[in-house]
């Protein structure tokens, strides 16, 4: 069983329409509404394409009963904390070439409420094969939060997947996970570095060997592996030892990215649960995952990846 842990989870809003002009109305069909976050989207995933998955998020309000009730239609397994602030909502306005995301950030947890989170997360631990943290955090949340479930599991020798953003993806870097899954953005946001030319020979684009090394300087803080999802442009992983793959597809596929990320975070977490995870043919798969998600029109479904899983581009350098 494969666990994902959503601390900031959402009801996710898809509005799918022509064109977006700002300060018109739009009239939506068929709008869509799911439980979200992207552990939830990792969950989905997973269970889509057969893996056992668990979803464990702190809910509340009306929302948070929305919330479990989609879970429990869509048939995902769950442990669900239950706390005061009402769960979040997240848009994503879908046109033919482009998709926006409006966020809220979400509300700030008690004390109490993150240890009935924290302890939830550790009683699960006993049947998990993978630990998956996925997404942002509320307001306010403790920075040792992400080390203290990190440090759990490997108590138990359960590898984690850790997908955030600033300072947290920092602190959980220290911590050591099996891997961490930031995008170009949050690589290089955390660390301060902005994409500038670098003297790299992998990629034959300067940009993208820079974000190699900015790579390098997380997986080197507690010797973890680092997967950099590039968007159009592909993927990168680097070891702790500093070794760089690279995969793409020949092309940009058109479609809606939102989930693209969690779909590779799911491919991930699905090999490192089974016997023979080796980071190049994990690469690739995540490649497909990915770009199999970008063509479906929901976060947390695939199109079929097998055709995709041939088309991929390999690249590893030192």
């Known amino acids: 069983m494969i666990v994902t842990v959503t601390l900031n989870p959402a009801i996710d809003l898809t509005y799918t329409v022509p064109a977006i002009e700002l300060g018109q109305s739009h009239r939506v069909q068929n709008p869509a509404a799911r439980a979200g976050g992207k552990g939830v989207n990792v969950a989905r995933v997973l269970t889509g394409q057969g893996v056992a998955a668990m979803v464990i998020a702190p809910i509340g309000g009306a929302t948070g009963a929305e919330f479990r009730a989609e879970l429990d239609s869509a048939g995902l397994h769950h442990r669900l904390v239950d706390a005061g602030p009402a769960t979040r909502r997240t848009i994503a306005l879908v046109t033919r070439t482009q998709t926006t995301n409006v966020n809220e950030a979400g509300s700030p947890l008690s004390q109490d409420e993150w240890e009935q989170v924290v302890t939830t997360i550790t009683t699960a631990l006993q049947e998990a094969s993978v630990?998956?943290?996925?997404?942002?955090?509320?307001?306010?949340?403790?920075?040792?939060?992400?080390?203290?479930?990190?440090?759990?599991?490997?108590?138990?020798?359960?590898?984690?997947?850790?997908?955030?953003?600033?300072?947290?993806?920092?602190?959980?870097?220290?911590?050591?996970?099996?891997?961490?899954?930031?995008?170009?953005?949050?690589?290089?946001?955390?660390?301060?570095?902005?994409?500038s030319p670098s003297a790299g020979p992998l990629t034959g684009n300067p940009n993208l060997d820079h974000i190699a090394d900015a790579a390098r300087i997380l997986a080197a803080r507690g010797g973890s592996t680092v997967f950099a999802s590039l968007g159009g442009e592909g993927m990168l992983a680097v070891g702790p030892e500093g070794t760089v793959s690279y995969a793409r597809l020949p092309r940009p596929l058109p479609g809606n990215p939102t989930g693209a990320g969690d779909a590779a975070v799911a491919a991930i977490a699905a090999d490192l649960a089974g016997d023979d995870f080796d980071r190049q043919s994990s690469l690739v798969k995540a490649t497909a995952w990915s770009a199999s998600a970008v063509l479906a029109p929901l976060a947390g479904t695939l199109t079929d990846p097998a055709p995709l899983l041939g088309a991929v581009r390999l690249r590893t350098n030192q």
């Open 131 to 195: 630990l998956v943290i996925s997404g942002s955090t509320p307001p306010h949340t403790p920075l040792d939060m992400l080390p203290r479930l990190i440090n759990a599991a490997a108590e138990r020798e359960i590898p984690v997947v850790v997908d955030t953003s600033g300072e947290y993806l920092l602190a959980a870097a220290e911590a050591g996970p099996t891997v961490l899954k930031p995008n170009r953005e949050e690589l290089l946001t955390a660390l301060s570095r902005e994409s």
